[in-house]
Nanobody, 123 residues
Framework: VQLQASGGGLVQTGGSLRLSCAASGGTFGDYVMGWFRQAPGKEREFVAAISWIAEITVYAESVKGRFTVYRDNARNTVYLQMNNLKPEDTAVYFC?????????????????WGQGTLVTVSS
């Protein structure tokens, strides 16, 4: 499975961005899709994920109520809608995939990773 993340950029505090992650090489609907981020000097952390069945979504506490993860299986794409962005959301955002898993939050729960897209939130 190959993943291509896009949609990052520079936005002011309170603004919005939508990240996309296009997948190829597998049956997209069979994969849990996750979003992680890594700020400079910090470890990669979980942001959000959507299950492969029933479209269950989970979020990190820091983004709950501001970010929404959703998928379009017909387009083999998962999205992360980010609203009310804050400077602490500045990071490189990565999408990740795992085949038919019930585990969503850990870095080691995922087998496939995209290349990352940079989100910068100015104050």
């Amino acid at each position: 499975v190959q993943l291509q993340a896009s949609g990052g950029g520079l936005v002011q505090t309170g603004g919005s961005l939508r990240l996309s992650c296009a997948a190829s090489g597998g049956t997209f609907g069979d994969y849990v899709m996750g979003w992680f981020r890594q700020a400079p000097g910090k470890e990669r952390e979980f942001v959000a994920a959507i299950s492969w069945i029933a479209e269950i979504t989970v979020y990190a506490e820091s983004v709950k109520g501001r970010f929404t993860v959703y998928r379009d299986n017909a387009r083999n794409t998962v999205y992360l809608q980010m609203n009310n962005l804050k400077p602490e959301d500045t990071a490189v955002y990565f999408c990740a995939a795992k085949y038919r898993s019930s585990r969503f939050r850990g870095i080691y729960d995922y087998d496939y990773w995209g290349q990352g897209t940079l989100v910068t939130v100015s104050s």
